[in-house]
């Protein structure tokens, strides 16, 4: 569960992950939530039609393919906002660790559901 | 400026800035700014009525002393989301360079006014 009394540790917290897309929240600030994600292969394209999504890398590289736009690519220390509304899918060769920064609400495949979708409470392991 | 159209690498953002205590805004999700700061010495006990603010340490370390709550003491790849309404003093005893996440309409001082404060406009440098 997410740790609102101390210090989080990014590195720390992306080492207890153990499947690749499945996000976990980490912390709140306002309506946003920090999650970190282990990622490796391709996600799906989707979109969020009212939402932006911050990806912050900590380790590996991060393609963002985006509709009607220049492919992204991101490295450590790096980030990129996917504006609300933009077809996207994330890509990553190898494995990549990164924090999300995005509205409470957002789903992380947005208005497409994939396999690889996963609620809230599953991520949390609430169910 | 705001850099809205490609990667971001937040330690370019940071080795822009020439005075400390005075953050820059280098990206916004949703109703968030994502802003670098440098600091070093002690800034001013504040508070943000109906804000939470982000600290996320990129180097040096940050001593977060708070109102009625342990002190939180942060290191590179750490975080700590200070809740709106607390009283707290940012505090580093040597330089400390930091991403901040905040509501776009915080103000670094909070409901205090120092000698420090600065307003987003002199933080982009429009005036």
Redesign the interface.
């Known amino acids: 569960m997410m740790n ?1 009394l ?6 720390e917290e992306l080492d207890k992950l153990k499947e690749h897309w499945s996000p976990r929240v980490i ?6 939530y ?1 999650k970190v994600a282990k990622v490796q292969g391709e996600l799906v394209w989707h979109k969020h039609d009212d ?4 990806f ?1 890398i ?1 380790y590996g590289q991060l393609l963002i393919q985006m509709e009607d736009r220049d492919d ?3 490295g450590p ?5 996917v ?1 609300r509304g933009v077809m996207h899918n994330p890509i990553a060769e190898q494995e990549c660790g990164l924090v999300l ?3 409470v609400t957002t789903k992380h495949t947005g208005d497409t559901e994939s396999p690889l979708t996963r609620s809230i409470e599953e991520q949390e392991g609430l169910r």
Do not use: A
């Open positions: 609102l101390g210090p989080v540790t990014i590195r912390g709140k600030v306002n309506n946003q920090i939402e932006d999504e911050m912050l900590v992204i690519k991101l220390g790096e980030f990129y906002v504006p920064i995005e509205t």
